[in-house]
């Protein structure tokens, strides 16, 4: 077997493992699995690694198990959390579940019939029929309170940081260790990974495997990292919230523009651990980006390679088209190729007026939308002498002062695009 640990090394994506799991990943193909709580109907960047690494298990010969807590969802993981969080409904969790699913068959093919094909499971399938009496006699007498207790997740909310922990999110590491000790009997899983945080909870799965799986149970543990950028801030949210993984959510520009806007410091780390580049290649661009840095050519293979992961080469093709309208030498055909809500976020923030569309019946001359319809010129005398200099474009082509503007003239039926100009521009609503 190739050496998976030393793998997610190199790419910054590994944090800590147990003794022995190296030795077990490079002995033989293992089955691992990975959590995903549905706290939402899909998953947002933050959850990148978590599938990364899934795909990195998968591609090194390895078998990925990929869970969906609907029953840990209905409690809510402390971890890193200083309260309670609220708990969803039965109609709210399956929504996610849902979602969650959905989003993960992208990334990993659960039709597979190869030898390690990935697997996808619901704790809620093995949870719902399990009676708490039975979960107390079984599961509870195997771990000790002390033990629970010793955990980082479980002593912060004792020490002082929020109100507490009620017994049910007590209760989330021996149901999520339950959790692993399933996967061991029923899937022959031998390993679970997550995030650095997760740590307490894996290591109570391992625990509850080998007190439950006989003599000879062993388990492992691997964690990744959790990522932050070079500021200290935490990684995955843009101005406007979480980074989504679906474009309905977060539309495929604003998702490629949160990429191409990395720093130069987080793009290097980044391209090791959101790309599947190998390690010559990565260097290689590394050091290009060095030699000149104004032309961003890291922030732009980052950009790319994970779009075309998460989305595809089509999706990532529109939105650097979107990408050149306000930063390249875009046509007016480019701008008529954008749908309307990608030509609302590329110029988001951009002035905008009103028209109606009785306006442009008989057509409007350029002069009166310039100044009087829109108040993109402060006189008349100003938008003249800007038409004479040459630096008026209505949707990206150069206009005289005989223009009329009418409705052939509008992109998506509904939008004009005024530019003063390099950087002035100004958007024409017609409602």
Known sequence: MKNLVEELKWRGLYHDSMPGTEEQLLKEATTAYIGFDPTADSLHIGSMVQ?????????????????????????????????????????????????????????????????????????????KEFSFIDFAREVGKRITVNYMMAKDSVKKRFSGEGEGMSFTEFTYQLIQGYDFYHLYKNNNCILQMGGSDQWGNITTGTELVRRMGGEN????????????????????????????????????????????????????????????????????????????????????????????????????????QASNILFGNSTAEDLKKLDEATFLEVFDGVPQAEITKADLESGLDIITVLNEKTGFFKSNGEARRALTANSISVNR???????????????????????????????????
């Open 51 to 127: 599938i990364i690494l899934l795909v990195h298990l998968k591609n090194f010969g390895h078998r990925p198990i990929a869970l969906v807590g609907g029953a840990t969802g209905m409690i809510g993981d402390p971890s890193g959390k200083s309260d309670e969080r609220n708990l969803l409904d039965e109609e709210a969790l399956a929504k996610n579940v849902a979602g969650i699913k959905s989003v993960l068959s992208r990334f990993l093919d659960f039709n597979s019939t190869e030898a390690n094909a990935p697997v996808m499971v619901n704790n809620y399938d093995w949870m």
């Open 397 to 431: 082509e150069k206009i005289k002062e005989d223009f009329v503007l009418t409705a052939n003239d509008l992109i998506n039926y509904q939008f004009v695009l005024l530019q003063s100009g390099k950087k002035n521009y100004f958007v024409i609503r017609v409602v």
């Open 217 to 320: 149970a062993k388990a492992y543990a691997l964690t990744t990292p959790l990522i932050t950028k070079a500021d200290g801030s935490k990684f995955g949210k843009s101005e406007g919230g979480n980074v989504w993984l679906d474009a309905d959510k977060t539309s495929v520009y604003k998702f490629y523009q949160f990429w191409v806007n990395t720093t130069d410091v987080d793009a290097e780390k980044y391209i090791k651990i959101f790309t599947f580049l190998d390690k010559d290649t990565i260097e290689a661009l590394i050091e290009e980006h060095k030699t000149a840095p104004h032309l961003r050519v890291l922030q732009k293979k980052l950009a790319e390679e994970i779009t075309v992961f998460v989305h595809n080469r089509e999706e990532l093709e529109k939105a650097i």
